[in-house]
T-cell receptor
Framework: AQKITQTQPGMFVQEKEAVTLDCTYDTSDPSYGLFWYKQPSSGEMIFLIYQGSYDQQNATEGRYSLNFQKARKSANLVISASQLGDSAMYFCAMREAWILTGGGNKLTFGTGTQLKVEL | SAVISQKPSRDICQRGTSLTIQCQVDSQVTMMFWYRQQPGQSLTLIATANQGSEATYESGFVIDKFPISRPNLTFSTLTVSNMSPEDSSIYLC??????????FGSGTRLTVV
């Protein structure tokens, strides 16, 4: 089974509108972390936001917020007031605990969502 | 958070040759991670490199094809050996920044012809 599922291969949003990028995850580890990264066409990976499994509140970082629904195992990224510079590939990733992975701290990535912001 | 310098940024190589990719971190880190991103695909972990021990390889990746060195806590290399066109990918190194996120190098775009 996929550990991280991103069901939207591509998304379009109008400039200044909000957009939600979906991510669901699968783990039996009670301690895990969820990450979102942005990858522009240059190929670099830009860290956006992090949510720990024990965090009580949804994470926010500027225009980025994470809609964390633990019971549903979803961690959707919300980008408010989209800008043209937000056009990029977005990856959801999960880190499980050392004991279950055997390797410690490695990230498992979803397949990504290509976001295009339009005028 | 940590800053990673990754070199080269891109290369075009002949099949059958090898390429060594370097990552230099501006602070000491315990683990470094090496990822491959094939065209249009997600990132796949190749191996985890700890200083002073053999790297731990993920299923589908072997040391003979992707030897890794980790001579100290700020530096690591990944070699792509006996390359074929299927090795054409972006290769990225990463470290745990300990501030919640992972920092990535800028990536190496490899094209094998």
């Amino acid at each position: 089974a996929q550990k991280i599922t991103q069901t939207q291969p591509g998304m379009f949003v109008q400039e200044k509108e909000a957009v939600t990028l979906d991510c669901t995850y699968d783990t039996s580890d009670p301690s895990y972390g969820l990450f979102w990264y942005k990858q522009p066409s240059s190929g670099e990976m830009i860290f956006l936001i992090y949510q720990g499994s024990y965090d009580q509140q949804n994470a926010t970082e500027g225009r980025y917020s994470l809609n964390f629904q633990k019971a549903r195992k979803s961690a959707n990224l919300v980008i408010s007031a989209s800008q043209l510079g937000d056009s990029a590939m977005y990856f959801c990733a999960m880190r499980e605990a050392w004991i279950l992975t055997g390797g410690g701290n490695k990230l498992t990535f979803g397949t990504g969502t290509q976001l295009k912001v339009e005028l | 958070s940590a800053v990673i310098s990754q070199k080269p940024s891109r290369d075009i190589c002949q099949r059958g040759t090898s390429l060594t990719i370097q990552c230099q971190v501006d602070s000491q880190v315990t683990m470094m991670f090496w990822y491959r991103q094939q065209p249009g695909q997600s990132l796949t972990l190749i191996a985890t490199a700890n200083q002073g021990s053999e790297a731990t390889y993920e299923s589908g990746f072997v040391i003979d094809k992707f030897p890794i060195s980790r001579p100290n806590l700020t530096f690591s290399t990944l070699t792509v050996s006996n390359m074929s066109p299927e090795d054409s990918s972006i290769y990225l190194c990463s470290v745990d920044s300990l501030d919640g996120g992972y920092t990535f190098g800028s990536g190496t775009r490899l094209t094998v012809v």
